[in-house]
């Protein structure tokens, strides 16, 4: 077992990332998509975790400061608008929510 | 120790992340994604930021989490989601899983990435005071604009959950 270098994280976060985007694409829940965002905002965090340990430097880590607080407020907005929007609609599957399309 | 450590949190964190995608239950999936965050803590904790994968647990697991369970509660919706893709979603899940494969792939065959040895480079990332003096000093601007942004984000709930007048709700 070879110690743990950059390209496992890098690798474990590109994973992490590539399973919230099939979230995104696959599901059609509004709730379940939006979980899946956070997992690649997540995915991110730990990339730039890892390249400011390897790399001996702060800015990653302060970085994920800034996420952190800009994923708290985009959750608090968007579920804000995913309950304006089930009031409105009764519904919050992605393929019935299709009122601009025509 | 602490390469198997890591392997246990990657293995755990990814588990649970294809978790989130493949759970139908919203509450099963909201559980699995608390279960990956920790996961991901304990992967900052092998990268030496301890103050960040606290961070993390509080912010994403305490609050995120927390807020989402109860949407899924408030909502309580019908378990009617449709499977099958349009012909353009296969498509674009297609040209997805290909690039991802051709990413993942040259990144375990050719990449590898130009890094000293750990032992080596200070972890910064241990101590509080390091993120002090960043935040205070370089980062000053952008902590304020934070500031703002909280703010602006708080002000936007309001005005978007109060019910207002004469709005044609379905209730």
Redesign the interface.
Known sequence: ????????????S???F??????V?????T??V???L??ML?AS??AL??F????????G??F???I??????????G??????L????????L?ELNSLKN | MANFLFYAFAFFTVATAAGVVASKNAVNAAMCLLLSLVGVAGLFVALNAYLLAFLLLLVYAGAIVALFLFIVMLLDMKETESRGFGKLSLAAIILAAGLLVTGLSTLVTRGHLDTGNPALTPALGTDIKFYAYQLFTTYLLPVQVMGFLLLIAMLGVIVLSKRWEGSDDVT
């Open positions: 077992m070879t110690s743990a270098t950059l390209d496992h994280y890098v690798l474990i590109a994973l992490l590539a399973i919230g985007l099939f979230g694409l696959l599901r059609r829940n709730l379940v939006f979980m899946c956070e997992l997540v965090t730990l975790v890892a400011s340990r390897f790399n001996g430097t702060m800015d880590n302060v994920v400061f800034f952190l607080t800009v994923a708290a407020a985009e959750v608090a907005v579920l804000a608008i995913i309950v304006a089930f009031r409105k609609r009764q519904t919050i599957q393929n």
